[in-house]
């Protein structure tokens, strides 16, 4: 069973940047396809980005493209996901989930994710 603990949310300013890591333990990750959702208040979680299992395809939400980069330590069973230029909008709770099938390429429904950490909060002040 797959424990995921995320990390690195925090109270930053409009334009601040913050790193979350996700730390997989249980279970060796770097056969799946990892993600990152969101979650802010009244919201629907929703894709913020994606890797697929060798690392080597990413994908990102329209709203976060050109802002975030996601990546993967496959020896540290880790994802982080770099989040620059931050904006108000971005405020939520960060998840990190793991794809449900091994070898996946990049995905971003919910549903093809079959484990999930706590997540992290990160709120941006204006």
């Known amino acids: 069973q797959v424990q995921l603990v995320e990390s690195g949310g925090g109270l930053v300013q409009a334009g601040d940047s913050l790193r979350l890591s996700c730390a997989a333990s249980?279970?060796?990750?770097?056969?799946?396809?990892m993600g990152w959702f969101r979650q802010a208040p009244g919201q629907e979680r929703e894709f913020v980005a994606g890797?697929?299992?060798?690392?080597?395809?990413?994908y990102y939400g329209d709203f976060v493209k050109g802002r975030f980069t996601i990546s993967r330590d496959s020896a540290e069973n880790t994802v982080s996901l770099q989040m620059n230029s931050l904006k108000p909008e971005d405020t939520a709770t960060y998840y990190c989930?793991?794809?449900?099938?091994?070898?996946?390429?990049?995905?971003?429904?919910?549903?093809?994710?079959?484990?999930w950490g706590q997540g992290t909060q990160v709120t941006v002040s204006s």
């Open positions: 989930a793991k794809g449900r099938r091994p070898l996946g390429v990049v995905v971003e429904d919910p549903l093809d994710f079959d484990s």
């Open positions: 890797i697929s299992w060798s690392g080597g395809t990413t």
């Open positions: 249980g279970r060796i990750v770097s056969h799946y396809a």
